[in-house]
């Protein structure tokens, strides 16, 4: 089984920078796709982003286009996020997760079908 961890999160005014880190213990081809998913108090898990392993395809949700970009470094068996322009809105805690198999385009970011999720890391957008 297959241990994830997340790092990077903190305490960021509106406009700033952050870039997540998302540490598998390992890689394999078993591995479809890493996403990024994010969790605010009283809310539902959404989607944010994620990277396909093998062919590094990345897709993102409409709140984050263009702010936030999704990258890998198989060579270190890591998944990163790199976030900026960050709002308010933005603030939750980050999970990233693994999902093992293709999926249409409408449910690449469905969180039902991740697993293997990490602690999460608190992302706080706040003046």
């Known amino acids: 089984q297959v241990q994830l961890v997340e790092s990077g999160g903190g305490l960021v005014q509106p406009g700033g920078s952050l870039r997540l880190s998302c540490a598998a213990s390992r890689f394999t081809l078993d591995y479809y796709a890493i996403g990024w998913f994010r969790q605010a108090p009283g809310k539902e898990r959404e989607g944010v982003s994620c990277i396909n392993i093998r062919s590094g395809s990345t897709y993102y949700a409409d709140s984050v286009k263009g702010r936030f970009t999704i990258s890998r470094d198989n060579a270190k068996n890591t998944v990163y996020l790199q976030m900026n322009s960050l709002e308010p809105e933005d603030t939750a805690v980050y999970y990233c997760?693994?999902?093992?198999?293709?999926?249409?385009?409408?449910?690449?970011?469905?969180?039902?079908?991740?697993?293997?999720w990490g602690q999460g890391t608190q992302v706080t957008v706040s003046s």
């Open positions: 997760g693994i999902r093992t198999g293709p999926v249409t385009a409408a449910r690449r970011l469905d969180p039902r079908l991740f697993d293997s």
